[in-house]
């Protein structure tokens, strides 16, 4: 890739993935901490009587995959971790549907769209899914 495609291919990926590689890492920390929001009212009623643990629970569970994700992004996973948190997001965009919370869930859409970005971003560096594994040939 030339130096010039390579700086205006940063300036995309730079921001994106701080932006997806910290707000997943910030909102799982806050699941046990409630000081952003109360998450267990995001949940629908149907889900939390339907789990086999309090809600508290299962968003401090949601929480950790949220701190994996994030830590994925901002590592060397970082293209495996965009569209980790592509699918995490487009599922909570499905429970806010569910719980009647059609504006954030939109918001949830859109912003699955650009960690679908942060991924072609990441494969156009030539970023493996996996760092270490060996590269596989495509034809």
Request: aromatic content about 10%; proline content about 3%.
């Given at each position: 890739?030339?130096?010039?495609?390579?700086?205006?291919?940063?300036?995309?990926?730079?921001?994106?993935?701080?932006?997806?590689?910290?707000?997943?890492?910030?909102?799982?920390?806050?699941?046990?901490?409630?000081?952003?929001?109360?998450?267990?009212?995001?949940?629908?009623?149907?889900?939390?009587?339907?789990?086999?643990?309090?809600?508290?629970?299962?968003?401090?569970?949601?929480?950790?995959?949220?701190?994996?994700?994030?830590?994925?992004?901002?590592?060397?996973?970082?293209?495996?971790?965009?569209?980790?948190?592509?699918?995490?997001?487009?599922?909570?965009?499905?429970?806010?549907?569910?719980?009647?919370?059609?504006?954030?869930?939109?918001?949830?859409?859109?912003?699955?769209?650009?960690?679908?970005?942060?991924?072609?971003?990441?494969?156009?560096?030539?970023?493996?899914?996996?760092p270490f594994a060996p590269q596989t040939r495509t034809a």
């Open positions: 890739m030339h130096s010039d495609d390579s700086d205006r291919l940063s300036s995309i990926y730079v921001p994106l993935r701080l932006v997806y590689g910290l707000t997943p890492l910030i909102a799982g920390l806050d699941k046990f901490l409630n000081l952003l929001t109360d998450w267990d009212k995001y949940l629908p009623s149907v889900l939390v009587q339907s789990l086999p643990v309090s809600a508290s629970s299962f968003m401090h569970m949601v929480g950790i995959i949220e701190i994996i994700a994030g830590l994925a992004v901002l590592t060397s996973f970082t293209r495996l971790g965009a569209y980790v948190v592509m699918a995490w997001l487009v599922l909570i965009a499905a429970n806010l549907v569910v719980a009647g919370y059609l504006d954030i869930a939109v918001r949830d859409l859109v912003m699955a769209v650009g960690a679908y970005a942060l991924g072609q971003a990441a494969a156009l560096r030539n970023e493996r899914w996996i």
